[in-house]
């Protein structure tokens, strides 16, 4: 079972940016996509971005052109640049991978985007 811990959330102002980021105990290669869900309070997880393993890329579209999904396979790690943060980014964020239907989730970052 891999596991995975994310970092980088936190509080910022409304038009900022924050990199989240997710480190696999596993090969990140090995997992068919790995993205970042996310869950607002009151609200249902939706899915925010994902990354297959040759490097094609999805986005929600109410993040497309702000946020930025990569990953490092060489450090197992897998990012999510956020530009241009509005306050209805505010969530717990998750990374997960998946391999055919089996899929693992961290235990997320919490974002808040604030004046």
């Known amino acids: 079972q891999v596991q995975l811990v994310e970092s980088g959330g936190g509080l910022v102002q409304p038009g900022g940016a924050l990199r989240l980021s997710c480190a696999a105990s596993g090969s990140i290669s090995s997992f068919d996509v790995s993205g970042w869900d996310r869950q607002a309070p009151g609200k249902q997880r939706e899915l925010v971005a994902s990354?297959?393993?040759?490097?094609?890329?999805n986005y929600a579209d109410n993040v497309k052109g702000r946020f930025t999904i990569s990953s490092d396979n060489a450090k197992n790690l897998v990012y999510l640049q956020m530009n241009s943060l509005k306050p209805e980014d505010t969530a717990v964020y998750y990374c997960?991978?998946?391999?055919?239907?089996?899929?693992?989730w961290g235990q997320g970052t919490q974002v808040t985007v604030s004046s």
């Open positions: 997960y991978v998946r391999r055919w239907s089996q899929f693992s």
């Open positions: 990354i297959a393993r040759g490097g094609s890329t």
